[in-house]
């Protein structure tokens, strides 16, 4: 009951959903793991642009001598900036916006 009164006169926790989608090609047979750092700074740049990730499921796609994962997820936008923003990301602008600021496991053999 308190929740529902409080939930009147606080602002919503999400002001709409959005979509996106990732395709990551499979790699190369390797004997170790890997992080896979473009997706991870597309993620924080999802953050940073106020979104909220409420949901992630995968879907692996094979093709002869292709594949890799499809990656679906649903943002929640935290601000109504947010919510009017279109999704649009290029990778390479992302990359460039900031220094490489992602902790990379030292166990991991990481790919320049």
Not at 12 to 34: C, D, I, Q, V
Request: glycine share 6%; net charge negative; charged share 25%.
């Amino acid at each position: 009951m308190f929740n529902s009164v409080f939930s009147k006169f606080s602002p919503p926790r999400h002001y709409g959903k959005k979509t996106f989608s990732y395709f990551l090609p499979a790699p190369p047979k390797r004997k170790n793991g890997y992080q896979e750092k473009e997706f991870d700074q597309i993620m924080e740049h999802l953050t940073a642009l106020d979104f909220e990730i409420l949901d992630i499921k995968i879907q692996s796609y094979t093709q002869e001598g292709n594949g890799g994962i499809w990656i679906f997820c649903v943002l929640g936008a935290l601000s109504k900036e947010a919510a009017a923003k279109e999704i649009s990301i290029d990778y390479h602008a992302v990359a460039g916006e900031r220094k490489q600021n992602i902790q990379l496991d030292p166990d991991i053999v990481h790919e320049p």
